[in-house]
Antibody, heavy 122, light 110 residues
Framework: QVQLVESGGGLVKPGGSLRLSCAAS????????MSWIRQAPGKGLEWVSY????????YYADSVKGRFTISRDNAKNSLYLQMNSLRAEDTAVYYC???????????????WGQGTLVTVSS | SYVLTQPPSVSVAPGQTARITCGGN??????VHWYQQKPGQAPVLVVY???DRPSGIPERFSGSNSGNTATLTISRVEAGDEADYYC?????????????FGGGTKLTVL
């Protein structure tokens, strides 16, 4: 079945860096857009970034633009999020999700991984 | 940027119908998707493209979208439906395309 497994979370000091990975299985990874979404403790969902199937189209939320970099390796069925200049407000569970798009190229997320916790604290 | 507004909480007795709204400017012109999130778990898609259900989602879950309001309707509510629910749109209309989530609604089954 379709499965997404995130890894790479942990405790990092403000200003530090972390790289998250998402291993995909059960579907043709190279056919789908992919995305990262985060959720701060006790808060709602916040979209972070998405990347097209080929990697040629990438968008970021304003809150992470210039600090985070999304990438993918279709040969390895993997999605990545390089996070630099981390701040306390980046503390959250980070989910990777497969993007499904309709005829109007509007997308939704299905399924989601189990998430990986990133804590930014001194 | 585009904003989606949800009520923070909705309460309903078992067996009754819960309606969770998602407001946005001319949201009827967009496709709206809904997620259910139970404590400690990842979100799960329950409705996509306004009113379609993924396989495995009970028919009790339905959606509608018109004007400035989209609605997720849960019929014959069960205790297991207690969760947070989020609406989402894909905002490609602006010069800064992205994804927008509503703030979430906590459904309490009395």
């Amino acid at each position: 079945q379709v499965q997404l497994v995130e890894s790479g979370g942990g405790l990092v000091k403000p200003g530090g860096s972390l790289r998250l990975s998402c291993a995909a299985s059960g579907f043709t990874f190279s056919d789908y857009y992919m995305s990262w979404i985060r959720q701060a403790p006790g808060k709602g969902l916040e979209w972070v970034s998405y990347i097209s199937s080929s990697g040629s189209t990438i968008y970021y939320a304003d809150s992470v633009k210039g600090r985070f970099t999304i990438s993918r390796d279709n040969a390895k069925n993997s999605l990545y999020l390089q996070m630099n200049s981390l701040r306390a407000e980046d503390t959250a569970v980070y989910y990777c999700a497969r993007v499904v798009v309709n005829l109007y190229r509007e997308g939704w997320f299905d399924p989601w991984g189990q998430g990986t916790l990133v804590t930014v604290s001194s | 940027s585009y904003v989606l507004t949800q009520p923070p909480s909705v309460s309903v007795a078992p067996g009754q119908t819960a309606r969770i709204t998602c407001g946005g400017n001319n949201i009827g012109s967009k496709s709206v998707h809904w997620y259910q999130q139970k404590p400690g778990q990842a979100p799960v898609l329950v409705v996509y493209d306004d009113s379609d259900r993924p396989s495995g989602i009970p028919e009790r879950f339905s959606g509608s979208n018109s004007g400035n309001t989209a609605t997720l309707t849960i019929s014959r509510v069960e205790a297991g439906d207690e969760a947070d629910y989020y609406c989402q749109v894909w905002d490609s209309s602006s010069d800064h395309p992205g994804v927008v989530f509503g703030g979430g609604t906590k459904l309490t089954v009395l």
